[in-house]
């Protein structure tokens, strides 16, 4: 059961991050997003996870960190 579930998590992980560099072309894939989307994954469904990245990164703006300019920490 403990491989099935490591498998199973890495692959909502990786659906997860594709997902929202699909939808965040600007930002993309940043290793940093998967800490943040891991915690979330421990916590409910992928389409949860997905909806409450989007709101993070959007909404409270978050994303502004992992801009490639890094805009938010100059």
Known sequence: AGHFQHTS???SL????????L????VGYCQ???FVA???LLHMSEEQAFD???????DLGI????RPDMISLQ
């Open 14 to 21: 990786y659906n997860l991050l594709k997902a929202y560099s």
């Open 9 to 11: 998590i890495s692959l």
């Open 38 to 40: 891991g915690l979330l």
């Open 23 to 26: 939808l965040d072309t600007e």
């Open 52 to 58: 409450t990245l989007k709101f993070l990164m959007y």
């Open 63 to 66: 994303r502004r960190q992992y």
């Open 32 to 34: 940093g997003i998967s």
